[in-house]
């Protein structure tokens, strides 16, 4: 890659650093030291671990004579790789109080110097700043997600993201799509970035089935609620009722219900819960049993791709994530890169379940049809939903 800028680079590292501010932009000081729950990060240590990863895996390795900002945030702003170094402990993230989020600016713009100047005259690796930006454009994503949950704690229920806009539902009733199934194949085969587990590309066999047209309703879960859908064992796989049972779910997280008007909270603070937008902030625990209670089950992960591009599927990508019934495995042939960045998806290829689309917090264009998404079954916070399937 030596000598060799990609056209657009340079004003794409830009574009994706200024929109992580621009998120953070309507935060105080303390609002971005804050961490709610071990799953979650402060805003200001996602704005500073994008910029470690930047400055440990290109800048070190590949800018002559570079200035480390400061060593302490080699520690600090580590997140999992183990190759690399000591971090700080995930659920202990919200004590980094020092540094300030003025250093931690003063930071961000030291490595966006050494880094444009790298891109500019060629010395850094394309494939790196590309991963690097997908990487910060996930971390954007759970700014979103991690500050609204903090901010859900809040008992006024400020807007942690005022500026955040929702995409409007697609109207209409609910319809289905039969698919014949057959021989396909799924796994990224187009040019451009992709993710290490989006492939290799693969054949996959499967039987006919039928797929939703669209996204569960918020007013369909009030009738599973309604019908006793969080209080009907049979409904649950045995983990996902403990679960429901432990933390006292009775409704999806965030809604919330006074003098029988039901309301949910967001970015851009409390909404009066719309019956026709999909629901959101469900586990896979709840969305199974949503599935079985309806006598349907969630799609595959080779379904949801195989039928992703079909136009008689709305809704596919920008308004939740969505849960299917597969596992978090690898693919056929799979193998991580070797080295620290090998860390990045490989080692989490087990106990999680497999997300498609993307979410209304996802940045503009990092979603693809072969993005794999995953977390564990119980996890709520993140713009999560359904899309339900069934066998032909």
Same mark, same amino acid.
């Given at each position: 890659m030596d000598g060799y800028t990609p056209p657009g680079l340079v004003r794409s590292y830009e574009q994706v650093r200024a929109h992580t501010e621009d998120l953070a932009r309507a935060l105080s000081a303390e609002d971005q030291c804050i961490q709610s729950m071990a799953d979650a990060s402060p805003a200001k240590w996602h704005r500073a671990h994008t910029t470690w990863f930047f400055e440990q895996f290109v800048l070190l390795p590949h800018a002559p004579g570079y200035r480390v900002f400061d060593l302490a945030f080699q520690y600090l702003f580590n997140s999992y790789y183990e190759s690399v170094g000591e971090r700080q402990p995930r659920p202990e993230r919200g004590l980094i109080t020092r540094p300030e989020g003025a250093r931690v600016t003063a930071? +961000?713009? %030291?490595?966006? #110097?050494?880094?444009? *100047?790298?891109? @500019? +005259? !060629?010395?850094?690796?394309?494939?790196?700043?590309?991963? !690097?930006? /997908? %990487? *910060?454009?996930? %971390?954007? @994503?759970?700014l979103v997600t991690d500050i609204t949950h903090a901010f859900a704690q809040n008992r006024f229920a400020p807007a942690p993201v005022p500026h955040f806009t929702r995409p409007p539902a697609v109207p209409g009733g609910e319809g289905f799509v039969d698919f014949p199934g057959g021989l396909v194949e799924i796994g990224f085969a187009e040019a451009g970035f992709h993710f290490d587990n989006e492939g290799p590309r693969h054949q996959v066999w499967l039987e006919p089935y039928r797929l939703a047209d669209r996204l569960v309703r918020n007013r369909d879960w009030l009738a599973f609620m309604a019908e006793g859908g969080y209080r009907t064992s049979t409904l649950w796989m045995a983990d996902g009722w403990e679960a429901a049972r432990a933390g006292g779910w009775a409704a999806p997280l965030y809604w919330r219900r006074d003098n029988d008007v039901w309301s949910s909270f967001g970015p851009e603070g409390v909404l009066r819960l719309d019956p026709d937008a999909p629901v959101m902030h469900v586990s896979w625990y709840e969305a199974d049993a949503y599935a079985r209670w309806r006598g349907a089950r969630l799609p595959t992960e080779a379904e949801w791709e195989a039928a992703a591009a079909d136009p008689r599927l709305a809704e596919m990508t920008g308004y939740v994530w969505q849960w299917t019934e597969s596992a978090y495995r690898p693919y056929p042939r799979f193998r991580p890169v070797a080295g620290a960045i090998g860390e990045y998806n490989g080692k989490f290829m087990i106990n999680q379940m497999v997300l498609r689309g993307s979410s209304m917090a #996802?940045? @503009? !264009?990092?979603?693809? +049809?072969?993005?794999? /998404?995953?977390? %564990?079954?119980d996890k709520r916070w993140q713009f999560a939903g359904l899309r339900l399937a069934w066998d032909c």
């Open positions: 930071y +961000r713009a %030291h490595v966006d #110097t050494a880094m444009r *100047e790298l891109i @500019e +005259r !060629g010395g850094a690796p394309a494939d790196l700043v590309v991963l !690097g930006l /997908n %990487h *910060e454009q996930q %971390h954007q @994503e759970l #996802t940045p @503009e !264009g990092h979603a693809r +049809r072969s993005y794999r /998404n995953f977390f %564990h079954p």
